[in-house]
């Protein structure tokens, strides 16, 4: 949780360190920003660090308390001010209290009381926050509905599927008494040749094709819903529920396959349908949908415009695979029965892709690890383009299999992605993560496996790229270009990770090689030219400890103190005198 940040402006020294040591930071959740000894340099303060609450005192030199505050508070209305008073200086409180000052604390501080009142602010402050985030979700939400064609109903059966905690009430009775359930997960191409719809006319498009499929299946005995969703504009969902103990997936498959050649047809759209598994209670309806979404992932192998089964949903007919992958034949829906790959009908009734497929993906881990030997060597020898092509052989074979599916797309993509992460980390090259994306998410929107070939080739490139600057500039000289830019720019915020990012090094690597050579650690390293340039502004300035402490790369003047004094063996005020 962000902590709050205080800033305190107090003109004694010794009054302002009595009271951030009466403050339990931990406790409250609070972190100390700033500190000031006038009005004039609390403003400073006030814009460089953004507290949250302010305790200041109210008689100080030049601008005081309540002249402070009410400059401050046209420019930064949300601050809770709090003042320190002495008891003789109750008219400048009642003053305070006209400029919305939240309380006032007598002098000396009572550390309870301060406690209390700073864990009133802390929980005003959240709530606060809170409000506003909600206040920003709701003008978010009203701003999409106003801008697109969704409906309130929309959204709300988008939550459901969504949000695992969410109510599954305000259905249609007859859904919610239904004894199986099952999701549908359909996508829509709107950019094809084909297509009978403008470039403006996607919500006209979308709502076709939920007629269309809310039209089809009306014709069985089921019940069915089917809405927009909200955040995906080229999807629809429908809800299937039906009185039986066991939904007839396929029946309902071969009609949803009729349904995408009659949308292909008519309207020249082309659309895929996943369906989920079934369920036995409302609740998991959410699970199907789930199931489906991942059973349409299947089109990255087998193409748009097929209908996908859940692994578990065939129920006879519709040459739906069963559980084991013996029943019917995967293929592409014909006028009378399925196609199966080799161009021969199915057993009967329509064909829709099976979502998991056969026995024959059990084997595949083996052919990868069979594989695995060469695509290393390709990359220890710098044969990318070898590499690439050996990437898309398999995935190629993949696509051509009697019983691929989408699990091994992921699974052969993420240990290509794994490869390549060996490879730069042994090569003493750290790509960050955000170089290389989250394997499993970066196939959500794709389409075709020769997609994932082009981003297999981009990551190649851009570890080419890293590998020719390691081969030009030797981790020596890495050292020494670090070295030099923390004796300049010692204030900022300096880490193993900012030398990765910023060096393309693997962090640890450059942590042994910096202690080898330099002879101490790299963050000890830091730590010594901060101290360093701390005791020159000591003795050649009059600049306050705490602000010392900041020019110097520590916002914390307490820990500045104790860093200090462990190297240097004495305290900033003592090293001063």
Known sequence: MMRMKV?????????REGLIRKIDWQTLGLELAGEAGDGFEAMFQLVNCLPDIVLTDVRMPGMDGLQFINQARVNFPNVKFVIISGFNEFEYVREALLYNVKDYLLKPIDKQKLHVLLAGLVEELREERQQEADRTKLHE?????????????????THLISEQDARWDGLPVGLVRSRSFAGASVRIVFRNETSRFGENDEPLARFAVQNSIENALAALPIEVIAFKHAYHSEEIVVFLGSPADMLDLGRIGETLTQTVSWIR???????????????VELTQLRLSCMEARKALQNRLLFGNGNVYMDSGGGAGGAGTRDGNGDAGAR????????????????????????????????????????????????????????????????????????????????????????????????TAIDLPNWSLGTPIASLENLTDWREIIAII????????????????????????????????????????????????IHPNYFSKRFK????????????????????????????????ISQLVGYEDQNYFCNVFKKVTGVSPSAYRV
């Open 331 to 426: 293929g592409e829906y014909g006028g009378g029965g399925a196609r199966a790959r080799d161009g021969n009908r199915g057993s009967g009734g329509a064909g829709a892709r099976d979502g998991n497929g056969g026995n024959g993906a059990a084997g595949y881990p083996l052919l990868l690890n069979q594989a695995e030997r060469g695509l290393t060597a390709m990359l220890e020898e710098g044969h990318h383009r070898d590499f690439l092509d050996y990437a898309a052989q398999l995935f190629h074979s993949l696509a051509e299999s009697q019983d691929a599916r989408y699990e091994q797309v992921e699974y052969l993509y993420t240990e290509i992605i794994h490869m390549l992460r060996k490879h730069a980390a042994k």
């Open 457 to 504: 080739e981009q990551q190649l490139e851009r570890l080419s790229r890293m590998l020719d600057r390691g081969a030009e500039r030797s981790c020596d000289e890495i050292i020494e270009s670090v070295q030099h830019y923390v004796q300049q720019h010692y204030d900022e915020d300096l880490s193993l990770q900012w030398v990765s990012d910023n060096y393309y």
């Open 7 to 15: 800033l305190i402006v107090e003109d004694e020294p010794l009054l």
């Open 516 to 547: 080898s050579v330099v002879g101490i650690s790299f963050n000890d390293y830091v730590t010594r030219a901060r101290i360093d340039r701390s005791k020159e502004l000591l003795r050649t300035t009059t600049l306050k400890i705490a602000r």
């Open 141 to 157: 939400l009203n701003e999409m509905i106003r801008q697109s064609n969704l409906q309130p109903l929309d959204f709300q059966l």
């Open 265 to 279: 047809q008519h309207l020249g759209l082309i659309i895929s349908i996943g369906v989920g598994g079934v369920k």
